[in-house]
C-alpha cells in the first residue's frame, strides 16, 4: 500500500497551504478577536475550487477523491481551525449528504452553487436535548394531506448554519415510528421559508471566526421534492455522513497539530535560556520528538483510512480510530506546545494560544471521544 500523494495531491497542498498562510494567516487573530466569520474568505476558498474537489464535474465540482479534500482541510487547519471548519462543515455536511442521497434534480440544482463557494448548506442534527443521543431529536414532521410536510423543532450548534451566503439547511426530524423505535426523515429547508429562522451563537471559545447557529422551525411548510432519499432513511443516511465527515474532523486534527508543533519548534529555535535556544535542552528536544512521531503517526493512519474509502472498502471504524487518533494528538500537541512558549503561550499575540483553544472542538464535534470508543469497541467485538 502506498499513501504517498500524488503530483494533484501535493499541487493541491502546496496550492491550499500559500493561500492559507497569504490569505487567512494576517487576517486569523483579527477575526478570531471579532468573532467574525468572512464571506470573503469563503467566497475566495471557493474560488480556490476547495469545496468543489469531491463534487462530480457534472455538478459543477472537480470530481477528486477523497483524499483531496482531507489534504486541502489539513492545510487550512494547519494555519486556522475556524475556516477549516467552514470548508469541512460545508463539504461534509452540507455537500456530501446531497451527493449521496439527493435526487438528480435536487444535484442540479444546490451543487454548482455550493461547489462553487458562492452558497453553503448546513446539516441539523444536534438538538438541545440531543446530542450524542440523535436518536433523542425532538424536530417532528408531520405529512399534510396535500402531500407536504410541516416541521416543528430547533437544532443548535450548526456550523455554517446562520452565515449570509447559507442557501438551505439538510434537517433530520422525526418522522413517525414510536418513542422506542422513531422513523428519521431527512428535508432540505431552503432559507427564507415561512416559519425558518437562524441565530448566530457567540463567546465561543473555539472556532470564533466560524459561524455557528441555532435553527428553529415554527410550522415550516416543505414540498415532498425537498425530502432527502427515502423517508425514514434519515438515521442511515446522518450515520453515512457521520463515517466521511469524521475523516475531515481527523484532518483538522492533524493540521492544528501540525501548525502547533510548527509554531513551537520555531519559538524553541529563537528563544534563549541559560545562554543557548531552547531546542538544544534535551527535554524541550524531547518534546518536539515525541510531538513529529505522533502527527507521523496521525497522518499515516488518516491516509490509510482515506484510503480505504477511496478504494470503496469498509472504512467506518477507521474512520472512528482516526477521528479520535487525531483529535487527541492536536490535544497533546497544542499542550506542550504552549508548555515550551512558557507563559508567552497565554497570550493572543501568539499562535499557539489559538490552536490550544481551536483544538477542543475536535473531542467533541461529530461524536465525542467516548463515541468513538463505543463506535470502536462494537467493531471489535466488545
Not at 1 to 25: L, N
Not at 27 to 53: N, P
Request: hydrophobic share 40%; aromatic share 10%; net charge neutral.
Amino acid at each position: 500500500m502506498d499513501f504517498t500523494p500524488s503530483d494533484e495531491q501535493k499541487t493541491i497542498r502546496e496550492t491550499v497551504r500559500k493561500f492559507a498562510e497569504t490569505r487567512i494567516k494576517p487576517r486569523a487573530h483579527e477575526l478570531d478577536e471579532k468573532e467574525e466569520w468572512s464571506q470573503e474568505l469563503t467566497k475566495e476558498m471557493g474560488a480556490l475550487g476547495i469545496f468543489g474537489l469531491i463534487v462530480p464535474e457534472e455538478y459543477g465540482g472537480q470530481g477528486l477523491d477523497y483524499s483531496s479534500y482531507v489534504i486541502a482541510v489539513e492545510e487550512l487547519a494547519r494555519v486556522d481551525g475556524s475556516h477549516a471548519a467552514t470548508v469541512a462543515a460545508g463539504v461534509s455536511l452540507g455537500i456530501a449528504p446531497l451527493l449521496y442521497f439527493g435526487t438528480d434534480e435536487q444535484k442540479k440544482k444546490y451543487l454548482p452553487r455550493l461547489a462553487a463557494g458562492e452558497a453553503l448548506f448546513a446539516f441539523g442534527l444536534t438538538e438541545p436535548g440531543a446530542g450524542s443521543d440523535s436518536r433523542g431529536s425532538a424536530t417532528k414532521s408531520i405529512e399534510n394531506p396535500d402531500g407536504t410536510w410541516t416541521i416543528n423543532g430547533s437544532k443548535i450548534f450548526i456550523t455554517n448554519g446562520s452565515t449570509s451566503i447559507t442557501d438551505g439547511i439538510i434537517v433530520q426530524t422525526v418522522s413517525g415510528g414510536t418513542k422506542d423505535a422513531p422513523e428519521f426523515t431527512c428535508f432540505i429547508v431552503e432559507k427564507g421559508t415561512p416559519g425558518f429562522t437562524t441565530k448566530t451563537m457567540h463567546k465561543k471559545l473555539m472556532w470564533r471566526a466560524s459561524n455557528t447557529a441555532e435553527l428553529y422551525f415554527s410550522n415550516v411548510k416543505v414540498p415532498a421534492s425537498a425530502m432527502l432519499g427515502k423517508r425514514g432513511a434519515g438515521s442511515r443516511q446522518m450515520l453515512k455522513t457521520l463515517d466521511s465527515g469524521r475523516l475531515s474532523i481527523a484532518a483538522m486534527g492533524l493540521g492544528c497539530a501540525q501548525g502547533a508543533y510548527e509554531a513551537a519548534l520555531a519559538y524553541a529555535k529563537q528563544r534563549h535560556q541559560f545562554g543557548k535556544p531552547l531546542s538544544r535542552f534535551q527535554a524541550i528536544g524531547f518534546k518536539l520528538a515525541d510531538m513529529a512521531m505522533k502527527i507521523e503517526h496521525a497522518r499515516t493512519f488518516l491516509y490509510r483510512a482515506c484510503w480505504l474509502r477511496d478504494t470503496h472498502q469498509p472504512f467506518g471504524t477507521e474512520s472512528a480510530m482516526a477521528k479520535l487518533y487525531c483529535s487527541e494528538v492536536a490535544q497533546w500537541v497544542a499542550n506542550e506546545a504552549v508548555q515550551i512558549h512558557g507563559g508567552y503561550g497565554l497570550m493572543k499575540e501568539f499562535d499557539v494560544e489559538r490552536f490550544y483553544r481551536d483544538q477542543r472542538l475536535l473531542q467533541i464535534g461529530e461524536g465525542t471521544s467516548e463515541i468513538q470508543r463505543l463506535v470502536i469497541s462494537r467493531a471489535i467485538g466488545c
